[in-house]
Nanobody, 118 residues
């Protein structure tokens, strides 16, 4: 069973940056696509971005050119670099193992809170 632990969230002003991390236990990390998702207050969880085992990436239109996903297979960790943050990016951010972009396949971790506010 894969366990996912997200970290790196916090309070940031509009226009600022944050880098999230997701550490995954289990040896399947390097052969699976990994994705980031987010859930804003009162809204459904939404897909943000996915990176394949080979490093190909795809992004939701709302974060394209602002967010960058990357992975370090040696550390079983996936990252989300978030730049030019907007108040509407405020949410709890989660990672997951993706069957396809937007199709998670494991249990959710606790997530990490990102708040963008002045």
């Amino acid at each position: 069973q894969v366990q996912l632990v997200e970290s790196g969230g916090g309070l940031v002003q509009p226009g600022g940056s944050l880098r999230l991390s997701c550490a995954a236990s289990g040896s399947i990390f390097s052969i699976n696509a990994m994705g980031w998702y987010r859930q804003a207050p009162g809204k459904q969880r939404e897909w943000v971005t996915t990176i394949t085992s080979g490093g190909s990436t795809v992004y939701a239109d709302s974060v394209k050119r602002r967010f960058t996903i990357s992975r370090d297979n040696a550390k079983n960790t996936v990252y989300l670099q978030m730049n030019s943050l907007k108040p509407e990016d405020t949410a709890v951010y989660y990672c997951n193992v993706d069957k396809l972009p937007g199709v998670p396949s494991w249990s959710w971790g606790q997530g990490t809170q990102v708040t963008v506010s002045s």
